[in-house]
């Protein structure tokens, strides 16, 4: 599966964990309120919010380098907040002190607790439908939101786009059925992703479309890398009961122009994987600005 769905998973199951374990937190605030002997780290220390299952938590996906970083520093503060009101609490108990505006304050401070949550749930599920729930692969969305920025700067230099299609898929389905065709396409998808490098993507970009933006020197390293692809994924085997399933896929390459809109690039590649599908299929179609198309496939 996509390392970054995986990635966006495991935070959503980390986050719902961590916050049941807060929780059970306040229940072991009571039990310390009614036996006063107990000494509980992740209630009465000064860094009380680093010892509770949540901030420990919370401490280890402050370590990674993350682009939603500026969610979880909120949650950070607001998670401090609560722990600091816990501890105004207890003083106030402890020193026999007038004590409603404590609890007023622990319960505005667990409320705004809870919202930047909420809110940082709510960014994860709405970055998760991205993402496609079959394969894992970054959706259409997602490469139009990066394009710009993948085609600028010294990022810009070199980039290729692959649109390939699967040959015949419909007759997948129709032989072997609809849960054997979407195994084919979960195969097809860590098949390209395992024999890219770290900075190409892979995009699910329609049913049995696929995209992948690749890095390359020349039309020459571009076609090498994307024949390469396609011998490798002719040779995966699927294997459906008593059968065994092989694909092969047309491709559409072309070279990406410095500040060139995704969708001329798009449509030159689109044109180019016709052209490969009425050839015969099973092949590479390198196409030019000019729209000229060469058969690079060997
Ligand atoms: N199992 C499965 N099939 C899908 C999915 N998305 C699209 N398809 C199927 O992909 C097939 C595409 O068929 P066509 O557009 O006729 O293309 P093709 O059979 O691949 O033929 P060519 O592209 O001309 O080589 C259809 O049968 C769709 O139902 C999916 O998520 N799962």
């Given at each position: 599966?996509?390392?970054?769905?995986?990635?966006?998973?495991?935070?959503?199951?980390?986050?719902?964990?961590?916050?049941?374990?807060?929780?059970?937190?306040?229940?072991?605030?009571?039990?310390?309120?009614?036996?006063?002997?107990?000494?509980?780290?992740?209630?009465?220390?000064?860094?009380?919010?680093?010892?509770?299952?949540?901030?420990?938590?919370?401490?280890?996906?402050?370590?990674?380098?993350?682009?939603?970083?500026?969610?979880?520093?909120?949650?950070?503060?607001?998670?401090?907040?609560?722990?600091?009101?816990?501890?105004?609490?207890?003083?106030?108990?402890?020193?026999?002190?007038?004590?409603?505006?404590?609890?007023?304050?622990?319960?505005?401070?667990?409320?705004?607790?809870?919202?930047?949550?909420?809110?940082?749930?709510?960014?994860?599920?709405?970055?998760?439908?991205?993402?496609?729930?079959?394969?894992?692969?970054?959706?259409?969305?997602?490469?139009?939101?990066?394009?710009?920025?993948?085609?600028?700067?010294?990022?810009?230099?070199?980039?290729?786009?692959?649109?390939?299609?699967?040959?015949?898929?419909?007759?997948?389905?129709?032989?072997?059925?609809?849960?054997?065709?979407?195994?084919?396409?979960?195969?097809?998808?860590?098949?390209?992703?395992?024999?890219?490098?770290?900075?190409?993507?892979?995009?699910?970009?329609?049913?049995?479309?696929?995209?992948?933006?690749?890095?390359?020197?020349?039309?020459?390293?571009?076609?090498?890398?994307?024949?390469?692809?396609?011998?490798?994924?002719?040779?995966?085997?699927?294997?459906?009961?008593?059968?065994?399933?092989?694909?092969?896929?047309?491709?559409?390459?072309?070279?990406?122009?410095r500040g060139e809109p995704l969708r001329e690039v798009l449509e030159r590649?689109?044109?180019?994987?016709?052209?490969?599908?009425?050839?015969?299929?099973?092949?590479?179609?390198?196409?030019?600005?000019?729209?000229?198309?060469?058969?690079?496939?060997?």
């Amino acid at each position: 599966m996509n390392r970054k769905f995986n990635e966006i998973d495991s935070t959503l199951r980390g986050l719902n964990h961590s916050t049941d374990a807060h929780f059970k937190w306040l229940v072991t605030i009571l039990r310390f309120v009614s036996s006063r002997d107990i000494e509980l780290a992740e209630i009465t220390q000064e860094d009380a919010h680093d010892h509770c299952e949540f901030g420990q938590w919370l401490n280890v996906q402050l370590q990674q380098e993350r682009e939603d970083r500026h969610f979880l520093l909120d949650i950070n503060i607001k998670h401090n907040r609560v722990h600091q009101a816990c501890r105004q609490i207890l003083n106030t108990i402890e020193n026999d002190e007038g004590r409603s505006g404590a609890f007023d304050a622990f319960e505005a401070a667990l409320l705004e607790f809870t919202e930047s949550i909420s809110l940082y749930k709510q960014h994860l599920l709405q970055l998760r439908t991205s993402y496609d729930a079959l394969t894992g692969l970054p959706l259409r969305r997602i490469l139009d939101e990066s394009f710009d920025r993948l085609n600028e700067g010294a990022d810009g230099a070199g980039l290729y786009l692959l649109l390939l299609d699967i040959d015949h898929f419909k007759k997948v389905n129709d032989n072997y059925g609809h849960l054997t065709g979407d195994a084919v396409l979960r195969s097809l998808a860590l098949n390209l992703e395992d024999n890219v490098r770290r900075s190409e993507s892979v995009y699910r970009y329609g049913g049995e479309e696929f995209i992948i933006l690749l890095r390359a020197e020349s039309d020459r390293e571009a076609t090498a890398a994307a024949e390469r692809l396609r011998h490798i994924i002719a040779a995966v085997e699927t294997v459906s009961g008593e059968h065994v399933i092989r694909i092969t896929f047309t491709s559409g390459l072309t070279r990406v122009h410095r500040g060139e809109p995704l969708r001329e690039v798009l449509e030159r590649a689109d044109m180019a994987l016709y052209r490969g599908k009425h050839g015969g299929r099973n092949c590479t179609i390198l196409i030019g600005k000019n729209l000229d198309c060469i058969n690079v496939s060997h």
